[in-house]
């Protein structure tokens, strides 16, 4: 078979689309102003900025003061942990999340704990779903935040934030949502949802890499995360990273504009390599449901066999996949997310996680299934495990 490049790892990072480049393209050079000049050309940076806010704002129904640009998702994640740790401290030492959150969430909630915070982590069920009663009675009068992603990043279930978020309302704790592989591929309304913190990065909606924002509802006044000059309405100092804010806002527009057209796409091909896998790939099943999850993602677990070797043999076959997250892939821990799912190791370890995007085609999923299909085969054959050892 021809080689053919595909890439299946649009939930790890999205290339920059043609349109979002070209907006960016000028202010690496003509258009260099810092937009705390005063001058024309720091006039001009401050207005790309500002409509940058404004394309953002839209796509999750916020006003534009309510966005704050920063480095990441990551940056996001840690800024409202950090910030409502700190404001909120004499208050209460309390915070629940859940134990399927991205690491950028987690790595921060075990360092809050070792300052003596206490953290709850909502476990999910076998699929992926979290319960309701359990978030609810996770509350404590210590509690100063509650968090829950919007859609987790490896198996892709879509959590009800909206529900969520008015049981913190009722206790009167804020809410936070990492929506980080919501943005773009769920609806998100902040207002609607009664959302106090949202988390948002550029790179996953086709957008460049390092440039996020933190979404911080109206009159609340969260600490500075990073001090010095008085960007972003004094809330994050550095001089802002003007072409990854246009970027972030074209990608932004582009989302809101594409909405339902870029689900239908990566559903329909979604679910057209889900049916070919079960049906051609025996000893294969599918973790998390498959009703309220991620429009592109899949995440398939093949018995008898390493994911990695699925991956590494599938690169050299020109396919990019992932095992569990990308995160977990350089680490030979089996992903916290399957493990709460209740999958064992041993499976874990079988587990690959293909995500579509715009860019793909019906031909990309064909010669994706044709090579997995030799790929596991051979695998099985030359495995010590299950009824395939000396299998032809
Ligand atoms: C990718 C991702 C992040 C991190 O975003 P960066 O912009 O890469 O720092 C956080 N949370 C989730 C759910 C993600 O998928």
Redesign the pocket.
């Given at each position: 078979m021809e080689l053919r490049e595909v890439y299946l790892d649009y939930?790890?990072?999205t290339p920059v689309k043609d349109e979002v480049l070209q907006e960016m393209l000028p202010f690496f050079s003509e258009r260099y102003g810092n937009a705390s000049s005063l001058y024309t050309p720091g006039l001009d940076a401050k207005r790309a900025i500002d409509h940058a806010r404004e394309q953002v704002a839209q796509l999750i129904n916020a006003t534009p003061t309510e966005i704050f640009f920063t480095?990441?998702?990551?940056?996001?994640?840690n800024w409202v942990l950090y910030g409502v740790a700190e404001k909120l401290k004499n208050k209460g030492n309390h915070i629940i999340t859940t134990v399927e959150?991205?690491?950028?969430?987690l790595h921060t909630a075990e360092f809050l704990e070792k300052q003596g915070f206490q953290i709850t982590y909502v476990g999910i069920d076998s699929d992926g779903r979290i319960d309701l009663d359990e978030f609810r009675n996770a509350f404590t009068d210590k509690t100063i935040l509650a968090s829950v992603?919007?859609?987790?990043?490896e198996i892709g279930t879509v959590h009800p934030i909206k529900e969520l978020a008015s049981i913190a309302k009722e206790k009167g704790v804020y809410f936070h949502t990492?929506?980080?592989?919501?943005l773009g591929n769920v609806p998100i309304d902040v207002v609607d949802m009664g959302i106090d913190f949202l988390?948002m990065?550029?790179?996953?909606i086709y957008g460049p890499?390092?440039?996020?924002a933190l979404y911080v509802k109206k009159g609340i006044q969260l600490p500075s995360f990073i001090h010095g000059g008085a960007q972003e309405m004094g809330r994050r100092a550095g001089t802002e990273n003007v072409p990854g804010i246009v970027g972030f806002g074209k990608a932004a527009e582009l989302a809101k504009n594409n909405f339902d057209e870029h689900v239908k796409h990566c559903s329909q091909l979604r679910d057209y390599l889900a049916d070919r896998i079960i049906n051609e790939i025996p000893h294969s099943f599918i973790n998390g449901t498959m009703e309220d999850r991620h429009p592109g993602n899949l995440n398939v677990t093949f018995e008898y066999i390493e994911g990695e070797s699925i991956l590494l043999l599938m690169d050299s076959r020109r396919v990019c996949v992932s095992t569990g997250?990308?995160c977990s892939s350089k680490s030979l821990k089996p992903s916290h997310v399957l493990d709460a799912l209740g999958v064992s190791d041993e499976l874990i370890h079988g587990t690959v996680r293909f995500t579509v995007g715009d860019f793909t085609t019906k031909e990309d999923i064909d010669y994706v299934v044709e090579n997995l299909k030799e790929v596991v085969a051979w695998l099985r054959e030359v495995s010590p495990l299950g009824p395939y050892k000396g299998w032809k």
């Open positions: 939930s790890a990072t480095g990441g998702g990551s940056e996001s994640d959150e991205h690491h950028a969430m992603m919007l859609v987790n990043n990492d929506a980080v592989q919501g988390s990065s550029a790179h996953k890499k390092g440039v996020g997250s990308a």
